[in-house]
Nanobody, 129 residues
Framework: QVQLVESGGGSVQPGGSLRLSCAAS????????MYWIRQAPGKGLEWVSS????????YYSNSVEGRFTTSRDNAKNTLYLQMDSLRREDTALYYC??????????????????????WGLGTQVTVSS
């Protein structure tokens, strides 16, 4: 069955870095755009980044542009999120998700579960001193 498993979260001080990974299985990973989506405590789902099928195009929310980098390795069925210059407001549960019926290239609207075909369980990122 389809499975997305995130890893790499943890606690870090402001200004620090983390690298998240998402291992995909059970579907044709290379045929799907992939997303990183996060949920801060008490808030809704927020789109963070999208990457196209071959990894040549990436898109970011204004809040992470210039600090986060999304990449993918289709040979390893793995999605990555390099997070640098982390801020307290980056504290959230980070999900990877696969493209749904409509591709999210960029959005400022709240994300719905139905916007992606599959979701991982998430990995927690906490930024505090």
């Amino acid at each position: 069955q389809v499975q997305l498993v995130e890893s790499g979260g943890g606690s870090v001080q402001p200004g620090g870095s983390l690298r998240l990974s998402c291992a995909a299985s059970g579907f044709a990973f290379g045929d799907y755009w992939m997303y990183w989506i996060r949920q801060a405590p008490g808030k809704g789902l927020e789109w963070v980044s999208s990457i196209n099928t071959d990894g040549t195009s990436t898109y970011y929310s204004n809040s992470v542009e210039g600090r986060f980098t999304t990449s993918r390795d289709n040979a390893k069925n793995t999605l990555y999120l390099q997070m640098d210059s982390l801020r307290r407001e980056d504290t959230a549960l980070y999900y990877c998700a696969s493209e749904g019926d409509d591709t999210i290239i960029y959005t400022t609207d709240p994300v719905k579960r139905s916007d992606a075909s599959s979701w991982g369980l998430g990995t927690q990122v906490t930024v505090s001193s």
